[in-house]
């Protein structure tokens, strides 16, 4: 079965910095979701790829596909607190079909001011 | 035009109740995934569900849980005689189509004593 790796599996910042964060399937991917997750909270979609090679940004936030690495990273330029809580990636763990997504264990991001 | 909406938030049961959770998808959405996530462990996938019908029920255990999406009303994740080890956040997502889980429920949070 397929299984998601992520690391670090905690990461401290100070506002402002860059940081990765990155998500390596033993698997091939054929799609791959980031959300983030408050603690007690649902989880809010950030964005989902699909192809090799594909990047995709919204504000500060960047993700990449590698499929021959079969990884995916997340990219957060310029931190701030709001950016704290626990990012977690979804593989699609079929070609086709329904999303029956296999998760990573986590992130947990604590940005200080 | 409300998110995916579940209900309760947060569930207390004794040993050996029933539980019921509700989960009313997105308007115009007729697919629904739940997912379960234990303490320190990652989202694992338990069922999807089209419209009455029942599409992958593999992470589904094989006792005690049963789901339905009537054709009116919202989906029922039903645990009979609950155990200690059923004690989970249980989240719900929905999709038009089936092909993108983009919209999660904020979940509910089972306690069982």
């Known amino acids: 079965s397929q299984e998601l790796e992520q690391s670090p599996q905690s990461l401290i910042v100070q506002e402002g910095k860059n940081l990765t964060i990155n998500c390596t399937s033993s698997?091939?991917?054929?799609?791959l979701y980031w959300y983030k997750q408050k603690y007690g909270e649902g989880l809010i979609f950030l964005m989902m790829?699909?192809?090799?090679?594909e990047e995709k940004s919204h504000e500060k936030i960047t993700a990449k596909l590698d499929e021959k690495k079969q990884q995916s990273s997340l990219h957060i330029t310029a931190s701030q607190p709001s950016h704290a809580g626990i990012y977690l990636c979804?593989?699609?763990?079929?070609?086709?079909?329904?999303?029956?997504?296999?998760f990573g264990k986590g992130t947990k991001l604590t940005v200080n001011p | 035009n409300a998110g995916v909406m579940q209900n309760p938030r947060h569930l207390v049961r004794r040993r050996g109740q029933e539980a019921r959770l509700r989960c009313s998808p997105m308007?115009?959405?007729?697919?629904v995934y739940w997912y379960r996530q234990l303490p320190e462990e990652g989202l694992k996938f338990m069922v999807y569900?089209?419209?009455?019908?029942?599409?992958?029920e593999s992470g589904m255990p094989k006792e005690r849980f049963s789901a339905e999406f009537p054709k009116e009303g919202p989906s029922i994740l039903r645990i009979q005689q609950v155990v200690r080890g059923d004690s989970a956040a249980y989240f719900c997502?929905?999709?038009?189509?089936?092909?993108?889980?983009?919209?999660f429920g904020s979940g509910t949070r089972l306690t069982v004593v």
């Open positions: 790829l699909q192809k090799g090679g």
């Open positions: 997502a929905s999709s038009p189509t089936g092909d993108a889980l983009d919209t």
């Open positions: 569900l089209q419209k009455e019908n029942i599409i992958d």
């Open positions: 698997k091939t991917l054929y799609g």
């Open positions: 979804g593989a699609d763990s079929t070609q086709g079909g329904s999303e029956k997504l296999v």
């Open positions: 308007k115009g959405h007729s697919h």
